[in-house]
């Protein structure tokens, strides 16, 4: 007898997996340039050339001590690096004992969220909010709270916020630059949400943490993307390389608990502890000293500005409505009709690929990652003009 939770997530793939898996077979029956895949957020920048070198240079250390084992909590080199980075580059007080290495985003997320909450605590997610919260959110034994972005400039609504927030609140996860919107909080957003979390950690006398999913921090179009430790001391942040440094295969990322916050200690030594109890100890050892050695160097994301480009235009020209990305490389656009996924289904039929967004927690919306080569963003106008076409008729 398996565990049925475990069964039923295993057996019901992510959307956004389900629609790259159909994409992959549909290729390989009429060929890839026929299709417009916008499924995933699989990097289409390759990787900086700095990651090929440092790979090659540590190839020539000795094997057993290069593939070895590394601390849980990662290699004390890579942990000053990080630290170090964190220091020049967000000008906080940040030290190596706050930082674990962890196998990307997701064991980051998961670490936290089981570190800093009891059973039966709840965790606010900002909707639309990435799937996968919800799968650790309910791990940790913790109710997932909704609390919509605010409309039409999905930052975070305070108002919103302030009602939500209670006596079980433990944690409110963001994502700034967004996925799926591409919204990046503004640093007034994230100081009013400091206002309000100060007054709320008072009233309900419980401490109240942000959890930062920070995967896209470099991928922006001009927006400056606030250290949120620097708004709000009680924040974890939870960053990746596979997004900015194109290393999402390689697993690779940490946890920063901010110094600013009064119990930085014990919530260290609690991320330790939920790193040790769901096996994320010692994340990928090659890869923790590529990132040391690269870390100034993530990849050029220009790409990503001509094709965010080339889409809006495209598409506000054949009369979508969709937000206007501030950062990441997903566009969030309204499907023509309220069941999103029987739009998504129709556009499969245009060989186009669109993630509908019931399982970010809204209806009526699709997410079109734009990480692709800019041939497929051309090549794919006239299956979007037909798929309006089809709905206008
Ligand atoms: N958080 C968000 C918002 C993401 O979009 C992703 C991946 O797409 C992750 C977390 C997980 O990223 P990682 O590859 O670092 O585990």
Redesign the pocket.
């Known amino acids: 007898m398996v565990n049925e939770r475990m069964y039923g997530l295993g057996a019901e793939p992510s959307a956004i997996r389900e629609l790259f898996a159909y994409g992959m077979a549909r290729k390989a029956e009429i060929g890839a340039d026929n299709v417009f895949d916008f499924s995933i ?1 699989n990097p289409s920048v390759p990787a900086p050339d700095a990651v090929k070198q440092a790979v090659l240079e540590l190839m020539e250390e000795e094997p057993s001590a290069l593939h070895g084992y590394s601390p849980a909590a990662g290699d004390p080199r890579v942990r000053s690096a990080v630290a170090d980075h964190i220091r020049r580059h967000f000008d906080v007080p940040a030290s190596p004992d706050q930082v674990y290495l962890t ?7 998961a670490i936290s969220i089981s570190a800093i909450t009891q059973p039966g605590d709840e965790v606010i997610v900002i909707a639309p909010f ?1 799937p ?1 919260y919800q799968v650790w959110i309910e791990t940790a034994g913790c109710t997932r709270v909704e609390v919509p972005a605010h409309v039409p400039d999905f930052q975070l609504d305070i108002d919103a916020l302030d009602a939500a927030i209670g006596p079980a609140t433990a944690a409110v996860i963001i ?1 700034s630059p ?2 799926p919107v591409g919204a990046v909080y503004t640093r007034e957003n994230l100081e009013a949400l400091a206002t309000l979390l100060a007054r709320k950690e008072a009233e309900l006398g419980r401490k109240i943490y942000v959890i930062s ?1 920070e ?2 921090r470099e991928i922006t179009y001009g927006a400056e993307v606030p250290y949120v430790p620097c708004v709000w001391p009680r924040t974890i942040v ?1 960053y ?4 900015s440094f194109s290393l ?1 295969g390689e ?1 690779i ?1 940490y946890v920063y608990v901010s110094d600013l916050m009064d119990d930085a200690a014990e919530v260290s030594t609690a991320v330790a502890g939920a790193g040790r109890a769901l096996g994320f100890i010692c994340a990928p050892v090659l890869f923790q000293r590529v990132i040391a050695a690269c870390i100034d160097e993530p990849s050029d994301v220009a790409s990503y500005a001509e094709n965010r480009r080339l889409l809006t235009e495209g598409l506000g020209a054949l009369g979508y409505e969709f937000v206007e990305p501030d950062g ?1 490389f997903y566009l969030w656009v309204r499907a023509l009709e309220d069941d999103a996924q029987a739009f998504s289904d129709r556009a499969k039929a245009h060989e186009l690929l669109l993630v509908p967004s019931d399982s970010f927690g809204v209806g009526g919306w699709v997410r079109v990652s734009y990480c692709v080569s800019r041939a497929t963003i051309e090549r794919s106008m006239p299956a979007f003009k037909a798929l309006m076409e089809e709905y206008r008729a």
Do not use: T
């Open positions: 957020g196998a990307g985003a997701a064991a980051g997320l990435f996968e994502n967004n996925n999913d995967p896209y939870c990746s390389y596979s997004k999402p697993r990322g990441a």
